[in-house]
Each structure stands twice: as structure tokens, then as C-alpha cells.
Nanobody
Framework: QVQLVESGGGLVQAGGSLRLSCAAS????????MGWFRQAPGKEREFVAG????????DYGHSAKGRFTISRDNAKNMVYLQMNNLKPEDTAVYSC?????????????WGQGTQVTVSS
């Protein structure tokens, strides 16, 4: 099993930046694809970004392209989401997730999330 704990959320003004971190437990972290998702009040959960187990492949949701960057450090069991040029519509709870398969498969483990609030 994998346990995931997110951190780095907070309140930021529009145009600002935040870096989210996701700490994973377990010795097999490097075998999982990882993803970031977000959910705003009253909206469905949305795929933000994903990264393959080795970090060689990444993918981004439409709202994240050009502004967000996902990365991972398998030696530290960490995944990151660098978010730049934040907009009020980026306000949501951001969660990281781990998948046995690829970035585009179903995700098997989820963190509890971290709140990101972007003020205008």
C-alpha cells in the first residue's frame, strides 16, 4: 500500500505561485505513476497533471498546460506540483494519487488533499 500526504497549499494572490508537495510512504513508490487532481466546491474532480513512474512522461489537464509543472523525486518518495500564474479559478482542494498502471489509468491510492485559494 501507499500512503500519500499533501502539503504546500494556502492563500495566494492571482498571478502568484505555489509549490505543492506529496510525500509517499512505501518502498515501491518508484513503480507507481502519480497524478495531481483538484476539486472545487460544486464541481467534479479534475485531472491536473500526471507523471510516469520514472518521470519520463508527463501529461497535463487543459487548465494546467503552460502554467503548472509536475515532477517527482523517487529517491525521496516525493511528487511536486509547481503552479505559476495562478488564477482565482484554480481555487480547489488539490490531491495527489498513485496508480499501479499508467498516468491515464485509474488511480488506486489518494491523499486527503490540500486547499489552494487564489484571491483576485
Amino acid at each position: 500500500q501507499v500512503q500519500l500526504v499533501e502539503s504546500g497549499g494556502g492563500l495566494v494572490q492571482a498571478g502568484g505561485s505555489l509549490r505543492l508537495s506529496c510525500a509517499a510512504s512505501g518502498r515501491t513508490f518508484s513503480t507507481y505513476a502519480m497524478g495531481w487532481f483538484r476539486q472545487a466546491p460544486g464541481k467534479e474532480r479534475e485531472f491536473v497533471a500526471g507523471i510516469s513512474s520514472t518521470g519520463a512522461r508527463t501529461d497535463y489537464g487543459h487548465s494546467a498546460k503552460g502554467r503548472f509543472t509536475i515532477s517527482r523525486d523517487n529517491a525521496k518518495n516525493m511528487v511536486y506540483l509547481q503552479m505559476n500564474n495562478l488564477k482565482p479559478e484554480d481555487t480547489a482542494v488539490y490531491s495527489c494519487a498513485a496508480a499501479y498502471g499508467s498516468i491515464w489509468d485509474g488511480y488506486d491510492y489518494w491523499g486527503q488533499g490540500t486547499q489552494v485559494t487564489v484571491s483576485s
